[in-house]
């Protein structure tokens, strides 16, 4: 619990996230899930769109301590926050799967001329999301928002079933996974690191950054010598499959 609390105050997302919970009074008289995972992803996502800005979570007077540690609590002890830990099966796509079932994974690149940013996340590499309860899967709550240019009623959701025990997968779950990222697969250039994903799929077929990782891990900076590296961008559960071979058939889900 002291750990969770601690990576939680040295956590961007985190800290924005119980900046948000500690003024939701009917979340706090319900204590439902799925309304605090969807302030958590929007509490991500306004820091990803530039809404929020680490020097204002990070100040002091923004979320109380009592607010941290709540949330700590819900990771630590709640079943569900638990089954966002692990990559179950099945997991569920939006879009189009044809298309997106041929994944490769690419190098981090450069920082994009237009916004200066350097894209973290792996590129063409197939997405999913974990069911966060039998109807919702943990990507609603980011299609949902206004921060994603999409009709929920216009996306096909699809069911994928897998054997867990049979599939590689990489676990993102907090600070000390991106270090370990960093050690075994980043490439330096100039002060930064870029993420090799296409290394990281020679060795596993997914890589999941869970629940607690995206509160506690996103937008952490991980300094390693004079170059560092911060993973941001993802903003909800997911996970990136370098390699689908171990899905099973693909039922088409119908949104409730």
Same mark, same amino acid.
């Given at each position: 619990?002291?750990?969770? &609390?601690?990576?939680?105050?040295?956590?961007?997302?985190?800290?924005?996230?119980?900046?948000?919970?500690?003024?939701?009074?009917?979340?706090?008289?319900?204590?439902?899930?799925?309304?605090?995972?969807?302030?958590?992803?929007?509490?991500? &996502?306004? /820091?990803?769109? !530039?809404?929020?800005?680490?020097?204002?979570? %990070?100040?002091?007077?923004?979320?109380?301590?009592?607010?941290?540690? &709540? =949330?700590? +609590?819900?990771?630590?002890?709640?079943?569900?926050?638990?089954?966002?830990?692990?990559?179950?099966?099945?997991?569920?796509? %939006?879009?189009?799967?044809?298309?997106?079932?041929?994944?490769?994974?690419?190098?981090?690149?450069?920082?994009?001329?237009?916004?200066?940013?350097?894209?973290?996340?792996?590129?063409?590499?197939?997405?999913?999301?974990?069911?966060?309860?039998? +109807?919702?899967?943990?990507?609603?709550?980011?299609?949902?928002?206004?921060?994603?240019?999409?009709?929920?009623?216009? &996306?096909?959701?699809?069911?994928?079933? %897998?054997?867990?025990?049979? =599939?590689? $997968? %990489?676990? $993102?779950?907090?600070?000390?996974?991106?270090?370990? /990222?960093? !050690?075994?697969?980043?490439?330096?250039?100039? !002060?930064?690191?870029?993420?090799?994903?296409?290394?990281?799929?020679?060795?596993?077929?997914? =890589?999941?950054?869970?629940?607690? !990782? /995206?509160?506690?891990?996103?937008? =952490?900076?991980?300094?390693?010598?004079?170059?560092?590296?911060?993973?941001?961008?993802?903003?909800?559960?997911?996970?990136?499959?370098?390699?689908?071979?171990?899905?099973?058939?693909?039922?088409?889900?119908?949104?409730?």
């Amino acid at each position: 619990m002291e750990e969770t &609390l601690a990576e939680l105050l040295r956590s961007p997302v985190g800290r924005n996230a119980a900046y948000w919970v500690q003024w939701a009074d009917e979340w706090h008289r319900s204590r439902d899930f799925w309304d605090l995972y969807k302030m958590c992803v929007l509490a991500a &996502l306004r /820091l990803s769109e !530039g809404d929020d800005t680490p020097e204002e979570v %990070f100040d002091g007077e923004r979320c109380t301590l009592d607010a941290v540690r &709540l =949330v700590a +609590e819900v990771l630590e002890s709640h079943p569900l926050a638990r089954r966002l830990a692990v990559t179950s099966s099945p997991q569920i796509h %939006f879009g189009d799967l044809h298309v997106a079932r041929t994944p490769r994974a690419y190098t981090g690149a450069p920082p994009q001329p237009a916004t200066g940013r350097v894209v973290v996340k792996p590129q063409g590499v197939f997405w999913t999301s974990s069911l966060v309860d039998r +109807e919702r899967s943990s990507w609603q709550a980011a299609i949902e928002s206004s921060y994603v240019p999409v009709d929920p009623a216009e &996306l096909t959701e699809y069911c994928l079933p %897998f054997e867990p025990q049979n =599939v590689r $997968i %990489f676990t $993102i779950d907090g600070p000390a996974d991106v270090w370990s /990222l960093v !050690g075994r697969y980043a490439r330096r250039d100039g !002060g930064r690191h870029f993420m090799d994903w296409g290394a990281l799929a020679r060795e596993y077929d997914a =890589v999941h950054l869970t629940f607690r !990782g /995206l509160l506690t891990a996103q937008g =952490v900076p991980v300094e390693e010598g004079s170059a560092s590296f911060v993973l941001h961008g993802w903003d909800a559960e997911s996970v990136a499959w370098f390699n689908c071979r171990h899905f099973g058939e693909a039922v088409t889900r119908t949104r409730r």
